[in-house]
């Protein structure tokens, strides 16, 4: 079971590079890391997904070392509306798996 | 629309009182699971389920029953409901080894 530790809180501005790392120092050999948005009252939304190296798409990129034990969500040139939490998902959903969100961080992004 | 609906979104309900919340969802995922979410401790996994028939215990077990007797439904019951139970609770489903969709929530409250 993979525990994961993120920053609590970071403030940013519009336009800025948001990065949050997570640690995930038992990370398994079959584990995914994904990343979620969750805005207030509503349910968690996907944002990427990666097992390596980088991955990249249209609203965020993910950078994963080669001893996997940590990454970096990357948002680029955030906005007022990316203000919300994050949150490092370390597992995958399969039989025997028990799925731990860490405590999520939470971006303000200010005018 | 791809989603997963659950119900009811609020609820206000006395200890011991038994409640089921509904889960539904329409993507034929074989992995459904729920989550209770409470202050500073993030997204804590109660149960998921394979498949039709095959469900296991999370994080938070305690207090909580689930049944999966169709693919697409998977409640979560609470049998005998205490305050420590007023939470804010979120079911997801996903493809095996895939991404999670989540509920847009229900926040219960036991007095």
């Known amino acids: 079971l993979a525990k994961t530790t993120q920053p609590i809180s970071m403030d940013s501005y519009e336009g800025q590079e948001v990065n949050i790392t997570c640690s995930h120092n038992?990370?398994?050999?079959?584990?995914?890391i994904t990343w979620y948005q969750q805005f207030p009252s509503q349910g968690p939304r996907f944002i990427i997904q990666?097992?390596?190296t980088k991955v990249t798409n249209e609203v965020a990129s993910l950078f994963i070392p080669g001893d996997r034990k940590s990454c970096t969500l990357s948002l680029p040139r955030v906005s007022l509306s990316d203000t919300a939490v994050y949150y490092c998902?370390?597992?995958?959903?399969?039989?025997?798996?028990?799925?731990?969100f860490g405590g999520g961080t939470r971006v303000l992004v200010k005018p | 629309e791809a989603q997963v609906t659950q119900n009811p979104r609020y609820l206000i309900t006395v200890t011991g009182k038994k409640l089921t919340v509904t889960c539904s969802q329409n993507?034929?995922?074989?992995?459904m699971s729920w989550y209770r979410q409470d202050p500073g401790l993030g997204l804590r996994q109660i149960y998921y389920?394979?498949?039709?028939?095959?469900?296991d215990k999370g994080d938070v077990p305690e207090g909580y029953k689930v049944s999966r007797k169709e693919k697409r439904n998977f409640p979560l019951i609470l049998e005998s409901p205490s305050p420590n139970q007023t939470s804010l609770y979120f079911c997801?489903?996903?493809?095996?080894?895939?991404?999670?969709?989540f509920g847009e929530g229900s926040r219960l409250t036991v007095l």
């Open positions: 997801a489903s996903s493809l095996v080894n895939g991404e999670l969709f």
């Open positions: 038992n990370i398994a050999t079959n584990d995914y």
């Open positions: 990666g097992y390596k």
């Open positions: 998902l370390v597992g995958v959903t399969a039989a025997g798996n028990k799925l731990t």
């Open positions: 993507m034929n995922h074989e992995y």
């Open positions: 389920s394979m498949n039709v028939e095959v469900t």
